[in-house]
Structure formats: C-alpha cells, structure tokens
C-alpha cells in the first residue's frame, strides 16, 4: 500500500505480538466491522535492543521500510521523538511531556508547518490505577488489562484517538479525525504509547 492510499483509510487496528524474544507490532486497516483487513505496518523490537529506536515495515516480510523513529537523546524520558520516512525525510516529531505526565500521560505530536498536537489520557482514574499497576512486583510481563483512551487535539478539536481495547493483548484502535495527519506519524504515535508509555 503506498502513502496515498494509506493516508485514505481513517481507521486502523494495532496488535502487539509479544514473543520471549522480541515485541512485534502489526497494524491494520481496520474493516467496517472493526476486524483486521490489509496489513499497513509491521515492527519488531528486541527484548535487548535500544527502546529509543524503531523500523517500521509495510508488511511483515520487512523488505520494504514504512518509516522510522528514534530518539534524539537516549535515556531521556522527555526525548522528541524523529519521525523518517524510508529516504530519511522528516515526517513529523513527538515526545512525552514528563512533568504533565506524572497523573495523567501527556504527549506532544508535531507535523510541521500544518499540525501541532496535544494528547492525553481522557479517563483521570484509569491513568492513575494504570501508574500503581506499574509498581507493583512481578506484573512486567502481565499487561495491564483495563481500557485506557487517549484524545490528541488541536486547541479543543479532536485530530486523532488511539482506544485500548479490554483484554490481556494490548489492542488498541487508531481513529483519525484530521485527514491532513500523516498516517504515518500517527502510526507512529500509536506504537510508542505501547512501546515507550513507561518511559
């Protein structure tokens, strides 16, 4: 699926598959039913790896580079966050807003020249609930299961949303409201709040 076809759909599912080794994500465009159709993304992050990197492929067969994102200083818990497309061209930036964070996840996503949003966590006690679930001991690799939402808009319109789904596997769906949103950069945004959430 090229840029242009990708940025037409306006709704997309994203799975982690979480293996011993490695976190995969897969992301779909979701059907009207909301179940998964066309693979659009796919990424693989190791265990061991550097969590402040990421490529993202068109499909699961990684021949083919969707885009990037890396950090632009490591072990940073407010780093920005480069978003590349495959030749290395800047598609947009985002980062976590640590101090606005500490009660409810904050985080910043920039498209330049059209786009600057803000998105946060839209239940107060799920964000607090969800920050004891990460204190306690042994749950590392027991996700935590209750839904959480975040809204990331422009002034008071809403651009975008990403709506974890109940259950044990992080699901999430990515709605877009802003068609001039990169897809991509959203995508991106989408896997981080699963990938980076505790940093």
């Known amino acids: 699926m090229d840029d242009m076809q990708l940025q037409a759909h306006e709704r997309f599912n994203v799975r982690q598959k979480m293996t011993f080794m490695a976190n995969r994500y ?3 465009v979701a059907r009207p039913d909301g179940s998964e159709g066309e693979v659009v993304a796919f ?13 993202v492929y068109s499909d699961e067969s990684k021949k083919s580079v969707l885009f990037t994102f890396k950090a632009r200083q490591l072990l940073d818990v407010s780093a920005v966050y ?59 690799f027991i996700p935590f299961a209750w839904p959480y939402h975040f809204d990331f808009t422009e002034g008071d319109k809403r651009a975008m949303s990403v709506d974890k789904k109940f259950g044990l596997r992080d699901r999430y769906v990515l709605d877009m409201a802003n068609p001039d949103l990169d897809r991509r950069l959203a ?4 896997v981080a709040l699963d990938a980076l959430q505790s940093r």
């Open 187 to 190: 995508i991106a945004q989408a």
């Open 43 to 55: 990424a693989q992050q190791k265990r061991t790896a550097i969590k402040e990197e990421m490529t």
């Open 26 to 28: 897969v992301v779909t």
């Open 82 to 140: 480069d978003v590349r497309d495959e030749t290395g061209n800047p598609i947009g930036t985002f980062r976590k807003e640590f101090a606005a964070s500490l009660l409810r996840s904050t985080w910043s996503l920039e498209q330049p020249g059209t786009t600057q949003l803000t998105g946060r966590e839209r239940n107060r006690v799920v964000a607090i609930l969800r920050r004891v679930w990460e204190f306690l001991p042994l749950v590392d």
